[in-house]
């Protein structure tokens, strides 16, 4: 499952300013896969975009992935 996880950190390093401080951490449950997402403070914003729309387009393309996967996956942004 580590796809979703390095797709997920591909996506978050291409947004920020410092990449070097994108986490990302995942946590596998049978059908349904977690991964959380830390960036560094100042680039929060750069993330989640204006009125979400950002973190919106993140968890619909990561949807489309863990689908083609048979899975499900959940996206959290962690300040």
Same mark, same amino acid.
């Given at each position: *499952?580590? $796809?979703? #996880?390095?797709? !997920?950190?591909? *996506?978050?390093?291409?947004?920020?300013? !410092?990449?070097?401080?994108? $986490? !990302?951490? $995942?946590?596998?449950?049978?059908?349904?896969? !977690?991964? $959380? %997402?830390?960036?560094?403070?100042?680039?929060?914003?750069?993330?989640?975009?204006? /009125?979400? #729309?950002?973190? #919106?387009? *993140?968890?619909?393309?990561?949807?489309?992935?863990?689908? #083609?996967?048979?899975?499900?996956?959940? %996206? /959290?942004?962690?300040?």
């Amino acid at each position: *499952m580590g $796809e979703l #996880k390095e797709l !997920v950190t591909v *996506m978050a390093k291409a947004l920020v300013d !410092v990449p070097d401080k994108v $986490e !990302v951490y $995942e946590t596998a449950g049978e059908q349904t896969t !977690v991964l $959380e %997402l830390r960036v560094a403070k100042e680039d929060l914003g750069k993330v989640i975009g204006k /009125e979400g #729309k950002t973190a #919106k387009a *993140m968890r619909s393309i990561l949807g489309a992935a863990a689908t #083609k996967l048979r899975k499900r996956a959940i %996206l /959290e942004i962690v300040d």
